[in-house]
């Protein structure tokens, strides 16, 4: 979640305001060197890496926002976020990859900032780095897991985040079903919402969701990113200097970045990433071996699955997507997404009207929309005359049937215990026409990433 405040930065950047306005607004970053002193660093690659930190800052947080968000507890001083962020060269491309801040790591050999004690390298979790050796450490530590140099450093406070929402007007969310943690007050039913701060808020430090944990909560963060990329890039901040004045402050208030991360750097990567929307942009999480290593002295850690996690960070290097390259667009109307592939769904047709050839046009419809379909239609049986489509199934095949239904709109479905794997669809007098429908978009290639479209609302 800090990465999207960051991120929207060079976002907002693209609109081309001009050097006066970032000018004074770089003036609002506090400046840090985390690459000072540093040596042995990983070989550069091609395009931009950008380690992106969040901070516990609920101590800036007001009382009455404390108790209505549920921000108890004293703030740890570490980071609760983490994400490394691949600008690729040609600026058209931006891959987001979450680092769990409980992830297993190898602290290197360091001085303690706070007590300043000398640490041999030692097992950790990766969000200690921050708490024992700020910036500095956090950056070593992620290059040394990960083989990536970072290029530029950005530390965003936990409390500008409800800020940078409302200045961007909030922000939509689809769910598929309903979210609700007792832990952060979340509370959304199935469907589209419209997110203020605090809502968001809540809605990206949820835990206690599902089974997922932090996990699933990266997830949220992540699709949380793409909608406020897809509010940005497209709810006019771009082409309003007095908003894009506002929100950039709101952002930038309380942001940290190094030496080199300035007003030329910005608006040049501004220019170059003109155009940019949530599908130039792509989110993975690294791949977990074991979600629960215990390490004496430290508890239950995340381990990475070292080879796949070799292979992402070596694309990231080698300035590669993560997602498979986008089909082209179909013609016509958008096609209906359904959770299981037409092509799999076996179907007999039958005519429950008087219609003369109706159940054989059906019968091609379907089979132009991806239906394993008979291609032998037949009369309904009983002869009489049906004035609502039905898809009959066996209940083992109900995920089938469901998409079926939705080449149907209005189609009524009735479960038939034993009747196997074909479905039965009888057509009514209701019937106007088959809609085209297509599996959901699931392929994620190797490292199991999505494009920013894939997860913001239809």
């Known amino acids: 979640m800090r990465m999207a405040t960051t991120l929207s930065v060079v976002v907002l950047a693209a609109g081309g305001i001009g050097h006066a306005v970032v000018t004074s607004l770089d003036t609002g970053i506090n400046r840090i060197d985390p690459f000072k002193d540093m040596k042995n660093r990983p070989q550069a690659g091609h395009g931009m890496n950008v380690l992106v930190v969040g901070t516990d800052g609920r101590d800036r947080i007001t009382e009455e926002e404390r108790k209505k968000y549920r921000l108890g507890g004293a703030p740890c001083h570490c980071t609760d976020t983490v994400m490394l962020v691949h600008i690729s060269e040609d600026r058209e491309r931006a891959s987001v990859v979450s680092l769990p801040r409980d992830s297993y790591a190898e602290m290197p050999e360091h001085t303690d900032l706070t007590t300043g004690k000398h640490h041999h390298a030692h097992p ?63 509370d959304l039913a199935a469907g589209p919402h419209e997110l203020d701060g605090g809502q968001a808020l809540q809605y990206v430090r949820a835990r206690h969701v599902d089974g997922a944990a932090d996990i699933g909560r990266m997830q949220r963060q992540q699709k949380f990113l793409a909608a406020l990329i897809d509010r940005v890039t497209g709810g006019g901040v771009l082409l ?28 040049a990567l501004a220019k170059a990433m003109n155009g940019f929307t949530p599908a130039s942009s792509e989110f993975v999480s690294v791949p977990i ?40 667009a179909p013609k016509g109307p958008r096609p209906v997404d359904v959770d299981v592939a037409p092509k799999t769904i076996r179907v007999q047709v039958y005519n429950g009207t008087g219609a003369d050839g109706l159940g054989g046009r059906v019968d091609t419809a379907l089979r132009a929309t991806g239906f394993d379909t008979t291609r032998a239609p037949r009369t309904a049986p009983g002869g009489r005359e049906h004035a609502r489509t039905l898809v009959e199934y066996d209940p083992g095949w109900d995920r089938s049937a469901k998409s079926l239904a939705a080449a149907l709109p209005g189609a009524e479905l009735r479960p038939v215990k034993g009747q196997g794997a074909t479905l039965k669809v009888t057509v009514g007098a209701d019937y106007k026409a088959v809609t085209p429908v297509r599996e959901r978009e699931q392929q994620t290639g190797q490292f199991e990433a999505v494009r920013g479209d894939q997860v913001v609302c239809p």
């Open 124 to 186: 950790v979790k990766l969000n200690a780095a921050y708490a024992e050796g700020g910036p500095s450490l956090t950056v070593r530590t992620v290059e040394s897991m990960t083989g990536v140099k970072i290029d530029h450093y950005l530390e965003v406070d936990f409390t500008s985040f409800m800020r940078t929402v409302d200045a961007v007007g909030g922000v939509q969310i689809c769910t598929a079903k309903p979210l609700k943690d007792s832990y952060t007050g979340l």
């Open 289 to 328: 071996g074991e979600m629960s290593f215990p390490v004496k002295g430290i508890g239950s850690t995340v381990k990475w699955d070292a080879p796949k996690a070799q292979k992402l960070f070596q694309s990231l290097r080698d300035d590669r997507p993560l997602t498979p390259a986008r089909p082209a």
């Open 240 to 267: 309003n200097p007095v908003r894009f004045r506002e929100v950039a402050s709101t952002m930038l208030s309380s942001v940290r970045a190094d030496q080199g991360f300035g007003t030329q750097q910005m608006l």
